[in-house]
């Protein structure tokens, strides 16, 4: 996932960085609430995090400001406060979910893939396209009920396509999905990945790797063509 941080406590950023970074994650991070205002109109952020308790302007003001300009990014607010009215009022501005600091790296993974999941439509945790089933739960995913092992690049990849499936994305979307930015190599690693997801997931189906290249756009990862007559 691609997470915006956003978060004025050097220690609570470290321990955001270990526990997500060990999970695969990039990120982006700041501590001002009005830069975190301009990168969510910049950057396709898969969730924010908002700490409540901001220098500048209040978590709750960044939150309602980013709703206005109509950004639908989902956000899950982190506070200190473990009061109900803190509570009421980051739901009331927007929040998608709420967490008490401190709080367990498995708790906020679950909540992450949660709060991300639903934001795209799917109910579970496996999301299924055709004979693909991704689960963001263990970052693993199969092909017709088996096993294919995907390196680190490729899973992210595959995980994007799979949130955003029968969307086209941009092999921009893509870069900045994998490389937050920073230190991006240059744009044609996409396509490498994406030639590497299709021989590994066209060898366990039998030939179809369900994404396709929309020419000018992108890539896309389609339904089975059953699935979408069925529809």
Not at 14 to 34: C, F, M, P, Y
Not at 188 to 202: G, M, S, T
Request: charged share 25%; aromatic share 4%.
């Amino acid at each position: 996932m691609f997470i915006l941080v956003v978060e004025d406590n050097a220690s609570a950023v470290r321990s955001l960085e270990l526990i997500l970074k060990a999970e695969g994650h990039n990120l982006a991070v700041t501590a001002s609430g009005e830069e975190a205002i301009e990168l969510v109109e910049l950057y396709d952020y898969d969730v924010v995090l908002l700490d409540l308790d901001l220098e500048d302007i209040s978590g709750a003001d960044v939150l309602r400001e980013m709703r206005m300009r109509k950004v639908s990014t989902p956000v899950i607010m982190l506070t200190g406060a473990a009061d109900v009215d803190s509570k009421v009022a980051a739901l009331a501005a927007g929040a998608d979910d709420y967490m008490t600091k401190p709080f367990h790296k498995a708790e906020l993974a679950a909540r992450l893939n949660a709060v991300v999941r639903r934001s795209r439509g799917h109910t579970e945790s496996i999301i299924r396209t055709g004979a693909i089933a991704l689960n963001m739960n263990t970052r693993t995913v199969e092909v017709k009920g088996a096993a294919i092992h995907l390196t680190p690049s490729e899973y992210k990849m595959l995980e994007l396509l799979s949130l955003r499936k029968n969307s086209v994305l941009t092999k921009e979307q893509c870069l900045n999905h994998l490389y937050n930015g920073i230190s991006e190599p240059e744009i044609k690693i996409i396509d490498v990945f994406i030639c590497k997801l299709r021989k590994k997931i066209a060898a366990a189906s039998g030939g179809d790797s369900q994404i396709e290249t929309v020419w000018g756009g992108g890539y896309m990862l389609r339904d089975a063509k059953s699935e979408r007559l069925a529809a």
